[in-house]
């Protein structure tokens, strides 16, 4: 079965992927009629839309959901129960064919009123208080203990108070004397007395799904755990060799349970959130079709099952039946709208139950099997309005398949009326009254269950007396009485009441009115400008590239009508009939034009709409401006040597004289001011630049007016300046003229000095280099000029020995020597000046 459970989901999932893509259809707002969740309980289970307990043929749209939550109160037999459940449920519409539900109990209370007609308060764990206190007498399968499975067998009677209460799971458990102590008179009857044991349970082909085990000394002969009930016992008269016994009057072999709660022994149980069912409704047919045909495919588990003592102990509170895998269940529905306010709803279902499990010493057993469910229904609701809806139900329960014998077994049948009432689309609330309509009273006996259920045995085994035939154990032929110790049903009603909240789509008109198109006309361009006239041009402003504007009519039609384009202007000329077309405005004149288009939907509804061009000429129109260039000498001009400058105008309007005003940055103008062409006097002006610039007149505004040009006068190249000049002076009186060419090297840190020694024409040989190189060492040690900026040249000789000092600026050329005889040198001799070496530094 757990390949049955995958495959269910596997199914759900897979429905709601394939449906999750469709069209949403919206409801339409003229439709009265509202949607809400089905309460459930008693039959179909809560959680899909619908009325009550029928559903209905529609589904939530994509994205819709509510939230219920309800109280409901309905009445079940055997035992004359009253149920109290809390459902609570959400559904969520995946789309327009399929919305999927969750539902449980929130909250369970069962109150039973007849506890003798039930087999729960028969079990080993129960006391009937009802019925006298202690447990009461029942007929139990044959238990197990000494001598016992010799003597007796199969169905067998419990007296009054035998059974010691033992609690779940039973098995092993002290199942009384039945009566008959050890020893006891039943001896004369091949009984010799026992102390007997329930259990241990026997398995008889139980599954999840059909048969049950059994359960010695427990349950009954039919299977499962629930024993047959005694209502009414007899006593029969002593004998001689007999006192006297008890025996049963009124009995049945097979149990007697409800199916929703088949073990409770409680006269009032509660429990919450044990019941749980998931599942989706599939909406077969359009979801505007008058007829919907539609399918609700569910699944529905147990918290509590009998696996130990806390779960059976929930059971026999009345949580569930505690089925060991969950029920798997389906409802077709059939719904059609018969008018505006009507509207009919036929459910018809089958669910699978599973049967409970129960751990035991031995193993695990099927405690009872469960009888499986034919649901169907018809239901009428009348959406007066969109605010409300009664509501009036017909619903059956039918216990099929392979079941245990139920002794007072009912398929119930009921009546619902009530109202729902919405305050909004996605908020309501409902109240209903519900009425059993075949509870348990006379009719019951006139049909063939309870009969059969009662006279099926004729005797039982009584310990001490053998098997005995008693009377009363048939149905009386009598009318308008009941079987001795059965207490028939004596309320039949139920009602209940439910709040929803949640969300719906907004909904669209049934029927529009033919609607008028809607258009919005644009063009790619609001302006055009027009060029100047020929032979003229603008600074100010340039052309469009086009006189043709691109028209777009954006329109659209709520109905979806077909639209025709129709165009016109008030100058040029349109081209095109669709919702595209083209303005050609060449050859119009400046000024603002309207183009409109008109859209028809062919129905008698048409839409306008228009957009305009400005047509504009160009500001500033004039002729082409002239170029300007001035041409100044390309070399330079030596100092003082004139020089012409002169201006060219190319292009611009033939008819314009130009004026020409000029100015120089240097020098003066010698001629030609006020034409094209002027001479420069560069007198004065050796190495400076020369910037001529003309201005023109007569030129537009808009035009250059102003051009320039530049030249270089030549510069006078430096030359190297004697600063001084000495003979062969004492050396005190060479360092005074030294000192003042030092200073004037060091005011001109550019500067480069030049030292040119003379000899005397018979001086010895190297006497022009010694001074030469005297004066530079004291120049470079004593005033600190630096080396490289003094170069000395032995210059010759001359009459007498000289020494000239010259002072360089940069890039000066070089002096030269200027030797006056050739040399003619005598013998060597010491030239006074500064030792060329020094005494060592005394150690």
């Known amino acids: ?127 009937l208080f009802g019925a006298g206190g202690g447990t009461a007498p029942a007929i139990v399968l044959a238990p197990v203990g000494p001598n016992v499975g010799r003597t007796i067998a199969g169905a067998v009677f419990r007296p009054r108070g035998n059974q010691p209460f033992v609690q779940f799971p039973y098995s092993g458990g002290s199942a009384g004397t039945f009566g008959q102590g050890p020893g006891g008179l039943g001896t004369l009857f091949g009984f010799p007395g026992f102390s007997a044991t329930l259990g241990p349970a026997r398995t008889s082909n139980g599954g999840n799904f059909s048969g049950a085990d059994l359960f010695p000394g427990v349950g009954s002969t039919v299977g499962g755990i629930l024993p047959g009930i005694v209502l009414a016992t007899s006593t029969l008269p002593a004998t001689a060799l007999t006192l006297p016994i008890d025996v049963p009057a009124t009995f049945t072999v097979a149990p007697s349970y409800l199916p929703d709660a088949p073990f409770i022994n409680r006269f009032y149980g509660q429990s919450a959130f044990s019941t749980f069912t998931v599942g989706g409704k599939i909406l077969l047919t359009s979801p505007n079709n008058p007829l919907s045909v539609a399918v609700v495919p569910f699944y529905r588990f147990y918290a509590d099952k009998a696996d130990d003592f806390s779960g059976f102990n929930q059971l026999q509170r009345g949580a569930s039946p505690g089925g060991n895998i969950g029920d798997f269940g389906v409802v077709g529905i059939v719904s059609g709208r018969l008018s505006r306010s009507v509207n009919i709803s036929v459910n018809g279902g089958y669910v699978l139950n599973s049967n409970p499990k129960g751990k035991f010493p031995e193993g695990q057993f099927v405690l009872l099997d469960r009888p499986n469910e034919i649901l169907a229904g018809i239901g009428f609701d009348f959406p007066i309005n969109k605010y409300f809806q009664p509501i009036v139900e017909l619903r059956s329960t039918q216990y099929v398949g392979s079941k245990t014998p139920n002794a007072f077994g009912n398929n119930p049948v009921e009546a619902l009326v009530g109202i729902k009432v919405y305050p909004k689309r996605w908020f309501g609330f409902g109240a209903w009254y519900r009425y059993h309509i075949n509870q348990q009273d006379l009719s019951m006996f006139k049909g063939t269950d309870a009969t059969t259920s009662i006279s099926q045995v004729t005797g039982v085994f009584v310990p001490g007396r053998g098997v005995v035939a008693v009377p009363g154990t048939s149905v009386p032929a009598t009318a308008g009485s009941f079987p001795r110790g059965f207490v028939p049903s004596d309320d039949a009603n139920g009602f209940g009441f439910q709040v929803f909240a949640g969300h719906r789509n907004a909904r669209i008109p049934a029927i529009l009115p033919n609607q008028p198109p809607t258009v919005t006309l644009s063009a790619s361009s609001a302006t055009i400008t027009l060029p100047c006239p020929p032979g003229q041009i603008s600074s100010s402003c340039t052309p469009s590239a086009s006189q043709t504007v691109n028209l777009t009519a954006n329109a659209s039609d709520p109905d979806g009508d077909t639209l025709l384009y129709t165009y016109s202007t008030t100058g040029g000329r349109v081209t095109g009939t669709g919702a595209t077309a083209t303005w050609d405005l060449t050859g119009v004149q400046p000024g603002t034009y309207t183009s409109t288009v008109e859209v028809d939907d062919g129905c008698g509804c048409i839409a306008f709409s228009s957009t305009t061009v400005t047509v504009a000429g160009c500001t500033g129109c004039a002729p082409p401006c002239p170029t300007i260039t001035v041409s100044c000498p390309t070399e330079a001009i030596q100092p003082g040597s004139p020089a012409t400058v002169t201006a060219n105008l190319t292009g611009g309007d033939p008819n314009v004289t130009p004026t020409y005003n000029w100015s120089v940055s240097e020098g003066t103008i010698s001629s030609g001011q006020g034409t094209a062409s002027i001479t420069i006097d560069t007198t004065g002006l050796a190495g400076r630049n020369v910037t001529a610039t003309v201005e023109i007149g007569g030129l537009a505004p808009e035009c250059q007016r102003t051009a320039s040009c530049s030249f270089s006068i030549v510069a006078p190249t430096p030359e190297c300046r004697k600063f001084d000049e000495y003979g062969n002076i004492a050396f005190n009186d060479e360092k005074a003229r030294l000192d003042n060419y030092a200073i004037q090297l060091q005011s001109d840190p550019t500067a480069t000095g030049y030292i040119i020694a003379y000899a005397g024409r018979t001086d010895p040989a190297g006497t022009a280099q010694a001074r030469a190189d005297r004066a530079k060492n004291y120049l470079v040690t004593t005033r600190g000029i630096d080396a490289g900026r003094i170069t000395i040249i032995d210059g010759g000789c001359r009459e007498a020995l000289a020494v000239e000092l010259f002072v360089c600026p940069a890039s000066a050329t070089a002096p030269t020597a200027s030797a006056t005889v050739p040399c003619e040198p005598g013998p060597a001799k010491r030239v006074k000046g500064r030792r060329s070496t020094r005494r060592g530094r005394r150690r």
């Open 1 to 127: 079965m757990r390949l049955a459970r995958r495959a269910l989901f596997s199914a759900l999932a897979m429905l709601v992927l394939c449906a999750a893509a469709s069209a949403q259809v919206q409801r339409l707002e003229t439709d009265p009629r509202n949607i809400s969740p089905a309460v459930g309980t008693g039959g179909n289970p809560g959680g899909p839309t619908g009325l009550f307990t029928i559903y209905d043929g529609q589904t939530l749209r994509r994205g819709e959901f509510t939230f219920s939550i309800a109280y409901s109160n309905f009445d079940r037999d055997p035992g004359n129960v009253d149920i109290t459940e809390v459902p609570v449920s959400f559904q969520i519409g995946i789309n327009n064919h399929l919305e999927v539900f969750f539902n449980t109990d929130a909250y369970r209370g069962i109150k039973v009123n007849n506890p003798a007609n039930l087999s729960g308060f028969y079990l080993p764990n129960s006391q």
